[in-house]
């Protein structure tokens, strides 16, 4: 699934996406179903090591929810997989529009 979605041309996001920001199972160890935690977009930090929930928000969710909660098996994923730049500024953050999330629902559904 991971290299089928890697080549995902669904969308307009990824002409300009570097590489997706697929999904992570955190800790894999751990036995039993993951709960799915899903966020809006990957940011730049994100697009730039590949991994969800990295960036200041996502170093938040990890250690103020994730931290807390009893030992389970997590899949962080978000809405859409490629970074969501401005319009002529490929380094901006913006929101992703209904056509880019609903592009993407194909994947998510298969978590």
């Given at each position: 699934m991971r290299r089928d979605w890697a080549e995902c041309r669904n969308c307009s996001l990824a002409s300009?996406?570097?590489?997706?920001?697929?999904?992570?199972?955190?800790p894999p160890e751990q036995p039993g179903p993951p709960v799915?935690?899903?966020?809006?977009?990957?940011g730049p930090n994100e697009?730039?090591?590949?991994?969800?929930?990295?960036g200041p928000s996502g170093k938040f969710f990890?250690?103020?929810?994730?931290?807390?909660?009893?030992?389970?098996?997590?899949?962080?994923?978000?809405r859409v997989a490629c970074f969501p730049a401005k319009k002529g500024a490929p380094t901006q953050f913006r929101?992703?529009?209904?056509?880019?999330?609903?592009?993407?629902?194909?994947?998510?559904?298969?978590?």
């Open positions: 300009t996406s570097k590489s997706p920001v697929l999904y992570e199972i955190c799915l935690w899903i966020a809006e977009a990957p697009w730039a090591l590949g991994r969800p929930l990295i990890r250690s103020q929810i994730l931290g807390t909660l009893p030992p389970h098996r997590w899949t962080l994923a978000n929101s992703p529009n209904k056509t880019e999330m609903k592009a993407c629902e194909p994947w998510r559904d298969r978590l």
